[in-house]
């Protein structure tokens, strides 16, 4: 009789112990959204009615992937209605580089309560099929947000892409422009990685690093190898010129953004008039990655996918100094034209 009353008096504690944790648990947990949910200063101009001074707690809930059907296109119209939801266009969008970090910043950009990504690659401006569809077409795949916070899309191929910069003007002549470079051979570098990963993955053989990036004949850089053309920054950018003031144009440093994340990101925030709200909290290094990963509360985190941030195959030291010498005066030009200075070799 006891022992049973023992037995029950432990299943009690059990229980009332679980909910005490339970609700320690969910406590943190509000008091890490709360700390997020503090007034956001006036979002400037563009970006929509001043004195929208705070984000509602449903968007930070939108955020962390609650109502992530929402995000899919999959809420219903009774849902959009309530929750007062629009599929806006890019007020910014990441044209490039490919290979820069363009995945991490969109996702760390995504951070921002006042900012909602589009996860895929829409390629509208560059892809002439889907750019025969019409800006409605663009529009509807957009996510759905709440009508203070932006939209932001990334397409790498847009910025090497000749058509891309007149189309993207006539849908927007205003619209904020975000380039992440990194050092130009490693860029290459890690280009040619991702497509040697391709031809593994369907058992084919492929070119060594050197024999595409050198010509044979000239033994000099091949400037027909695309990977080596689109780390020619300035030459794209150029064409770019063409339609947008350089005020625009906002370069992101792409090796700091792996080592350092905060200061670039703040840097963005700045540059789209968004109040300071990503913070270190939401950075955190992952040792076993190698790279930061995100932290949106103190359930919701993740690390960028493994297809970001492979190991780069070893090259030939004089192959890589002849590209650094070939890249040096086109990265000069970059840097006079952007007002942004790398130390690149
Ligand atoms: P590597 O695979 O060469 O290391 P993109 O998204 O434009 O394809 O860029 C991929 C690059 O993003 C990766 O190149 C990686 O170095 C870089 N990167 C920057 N921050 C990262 C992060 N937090 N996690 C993973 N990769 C990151």
Known sequence: ???????????????????????????????????????LCPIDGRFGPRGQDEIPLRALQFKRGLLHEFRKGNATKEQIRLHNLVQQLPKAIIIGV???GT?????????????????????????????????????????????????????????????????????NSSIKLLIIVREPTTRAISDYTQVLEGKERKNKTYYKFEKLAIDPNTCEVNTKYKAVRTSIYTKHLERWLKYFP?????????????????????????????????????????????????????????????????IHPEVDTSVITKLRKFFHPFNQKFYQITGRTFNWP
């Open 1 to 39: 009789m006891l022992f049973k009353q023992q037995v029950l008096l432990r299943q009690k504690l059990f229980v009332l112990g679980s909910l005490a944790i339970g609700s320690l648990l969910y406590l943190v947990a509000r008091v890490g959204s709360l700390d997020r949910l503090q007034p």
């Open 98 to 100: 490919r290979k820069g």
């Open 103 to 171: 995945r991490a910043l969109l996702e760390m950009l995504n951070l921002h309560p006042a900012v909602v990504k589009a996860s895929q690659e829409i390629h509208f401006f560059d892809n002439d099929e889907n750019y025969a569809k019409g800006i409605e077409w663009y529009r509807k795949k957009m996510p759905f947000s709440y009508p203070h916070q932006i939209t932001i899309e990334k397409s790498p191929a847009y910025f090497i892409t000749e058509e891309v910069p007149e189309r993207i003007y006539k849908m």
């Open 246 to 310: 350089i005020e625009q144009f906002h370069i992101v440093d792409g090796d700091r953004l792996i080592t350092e994340p905060l200061p670039e990101l703040q840097l963005v925030e700045k540059f789209l008039n968004l109040p300071p709200r990503i913070s270190q909290y939401n950075l955190y290094f992952n040792a076993t990655r190698g790279f930061y990963c995100l932290r949106f509360n103190i359930v919701f985190n993740k690390c960028l996918a493994g297809s970001k941030g492979r």
